[in-house]
């Protein structure tokens, strides 16, 4: 299983957000997940923005937990945006090309799950997305396929209308190849300035997605705590998994819904794919 | 600009084939080319059949003259026939994935070349590749399109005929882009029997090809060489560029050729794509 | 924590040693270890013996369980006598020079285990190996120390009293230092004829070691498993885990002991170190 | 043949100096050397200075020319002091480890060139390191240990006086081993503040090294250059090879000196190794 964190806020070293529990409230129990504990090992992959007009990617198949340079490069880059994934490879090669998250332009895109029954969906899958597209895609991964066919629906414009068109036409595509439950996990865009997260899955039995909840407030129930202090009231993350020990810090995002992070501000809006023949 | 060579005969270790000229005369000047020479470093492979049903394969993407790994294989492995090639990378991404030979069932395919215009074509030729093959293909190159191309028109039954039918199709493709000069390269298929391989380019400037006169001649011409007596008479090799100092050693295959190596039987026949409209 | 098995008998394919259980009883759940379970993925190594003078080495610092490389080439050798090893890293860096097994000449070594202090140690450590091999150390663990403390101690002549020199060293060097408890692990040594394994730390609460009983035993106990019956009576494993169902299959060795594997011949014998002051 | 190059000045962004030299009239013609020509492909490494107390490090083993993460890396990170190398392995295994620049504490190295009869040397050269220091070494280049003996014979106080005492200890080593002309190289060091080259061989004939001359000299005879004058006056550069076409921006370094830049002034002074007889 794959795990993902995004993060926005006031420019945090990359080094505070992914190594240092210790030192950051909200990342402290990530540690056990992006920092030491092997068990996802097939690929990391990091993202961030800075001054340039598309974000920095970095992305090695070397174990999360041995590559000298992530580490040096994350106590040196510092940003307010940026989202960070392990990957736990299912079927699909081990390389570069098929590491989260994937860039196009100025978007991000990662995914934690995946679509039962690609192999067999692929070609149908890769005939919908946008032609002037269809030679970006590098690696062979469903969850690139997902990305590609958000672009094709309009992510740029209207990011949820475009991933539930996307998730809408795998869950048509799948009905014709008789699979049942094609659709699983959880999803993250970002434009660099909102960020966007789905929670869904066709069986509705969908991957865990969590929000940190209002700083302001936990900086006001844990006066003592300066590593909270340092994070502007604006900060954000949301995570695939439960994260943290600080009481009250994570809210779960409720299953087919979509969290849509703006400044400080978040929005929760249930999610619904949309069949393209609705779409006509 | 790749690098190859394919070589049927007695059993040789790879050692020799690859990087031993000193011991084998037939590849002795090869050593420039696949060992120490670093021009083309964007991945080895190698592709070898042995006592199994299915090829042996090892592919890499560090370059060709630091890998021990492959050394050491090199030195303890033995096969009647073995594909070997050295990539240059032109776009692609420098992955295994990309790698020749690429392996299908009982078939290796490898290319030195390319197709003009491939980015802006790719999806038309990916719509002609078997559904049914389509998401078989794990990288993300030209050379590996023409192979699940040529899948698709037959290669394992008629190899000249896929061959030439896969460059049609992309000939077509190319006249309907506007790209004047599609096809350029050298091509090797075996199905760890036969070996095929061509010269072909829409141009008429295609790249080189040699293939190793009869080995009983050289044996006659060069009674003191050691190395030769150990061949056996049916032993051949077709490469990618003209090797060897040995006068004799080497015919070029002419423009526009497909060279075919059956035990130490060789027939060159002309080559011409056949357009899918001529098909019909 | 490492991971690793000697095995010597009749020649098997690699692949049947290290990725199928179902069709070997012997190495059956080793496969938990060898080959699906991440939690070593710091590096793998085998080492076999063929045809050759110095046994082939492959070592890849790619986890265990995604390279492919490695898939087939155990798909294609076999080998009368193999070592294999799963690194988990220890602070030195992941590198394939810090992989084993360690291969001088015909020998091959590996360790599971650690020299505590070793950091400290290293230089006194390093100026008793013999000055003609101080420069062949490529790595920076102390496994590969270990090996050539030992080749300095006669290794190729009289291993049981070169590694009970060599780890003798080890513990007299650690008093100078003040380090109580420096010595843990198993290792196995083979010059490609006998293989010699050591179980032994200074604590005396080693890691675990076992052996492979009498196979010929196992096939009379056993009379309808087709595997079983293809092997020599005299094939034998040496192995860190307990593996396997098979009531009877496996013997543990006991703590502060030396096995000797010479054909279907297993001799066990106390280990105790040879502090060099009792040598002198 | 390594090549490196050693910035000071204003900062810059890492793509432009290494990636753009239209950008950047002074690295102009660099990019046939850091960017595209795949001459020296055994790894690449870049060190730079930003917040931090220690610099930072980016090494890989991937050929210089398709690194991606080394692309972003570039494109995303500036910095008022850069070394970065471009290796081409003699011997030593192409690992992370052996990549240049070399970092302990604030401290950069680098070094092209090699010390002959190194592999003879490597043990007596290593004793003479300070016993505190020996652990740290984590390669096993010659490079490496010219970094550990200048630190043990006082870099941090007097680079030079160390670096001559440090390559005296190997001329005086090379001597008694009957090595005619052990040190060849250029080496360059920088504490984030000053940074010393070094030009120098046994035998008096040293590979090149030029440093650049006075910016604000330049942008005076080419006041229509706009990349020149994003520069602050103080910029500086040193390099492995003659760069750029600008008539007059390179100067080359004598044989048997040492360059100092401290800002923008620079000092050359004769180099000669200090015997360690002579010190005593």
């Avoid at 030192?23 to 992006?34: A, G």
């Avoid at 090992?41 to 990091?46: I, T």
């Avoid at 196009?104 to 029954?117: A, P, S």
């Avoid at 209207?158 to 036409?169: I, K, N, S």
Wanted: charged fraction near 20%.
């Amino acid at each position: 299983m794959c795990r993902w964190l995004a993060y926005s806020g006031s420019p945090v070293l990359m080094e505070d957000l992914l190594y240092k529990p210790e030192h950051s409230l909200i990342v402290q129990s990530m540690s056990s997940t992006m920092g030491a504990e092997p068990t996802n090992g097939d690929g990391f992959g990091v993202g961030w923005y800075g001054d340039r007009d598309t974000p920095g990617l970095f992305r090695s198949i070397e174990p999360a937990w041995s590559d000298r340079n992530r580490h040096d490069m994350a106590a040196h880059i510092s940003s307010p945006r940026v989202f960070a994934h392990i990957r736990a490879a299912i079927g699909s090669p081990v390389q570069q090309t098929n590491c989260h998250p994937f860039r196009q332009g100025r978007w991000l895109w990662m995914h934690n799950g995946f679509i039962d029954g690609f192999h067999a969906m692929k070609r149908d899958l890769a005939l919908a997305v946008d032609p002037d597209r269809y030679a970006d895609m590098e690696g062979t991964t469903d969850s690139e396929m997902l990305l590609f066919l958000a672009l094709t629906f309009g992510l740029e414009d209207d990011p949820p209308t475009a991933v539930a068109r996307a998730v809408g036409l795998v869950e048509e595509t799948a009905q014709r190849h008789g699979i049942r439950f094609p659709m699983q996990g959880t999803m993250a865009t970002t434009d660099g300035a909102t960020t966007w997260a789905f929670r869904y899955s066709t069986e509705g039995k969908s991957r865990s997605l969590f929000h940190s909840t209002d700083v302001s407030m936990l900086k006001q129930q844990y006066p003592d705590n300066p590593e909270l202090h340092e994070l502007s009231d604006d900060a954000r993350m949301v995570v695939s998994e439960p994260l943290g020990e600080l009481r009250g810090a994570w809210r779960e995002v409720p299953e087919a819904s979509c969290v849509v992070i703006r400044g400080g501000e978040e929005t929760i809006t249930p999610f619904k794919p949309l069949m393209p023949a609705r779409i006509g």
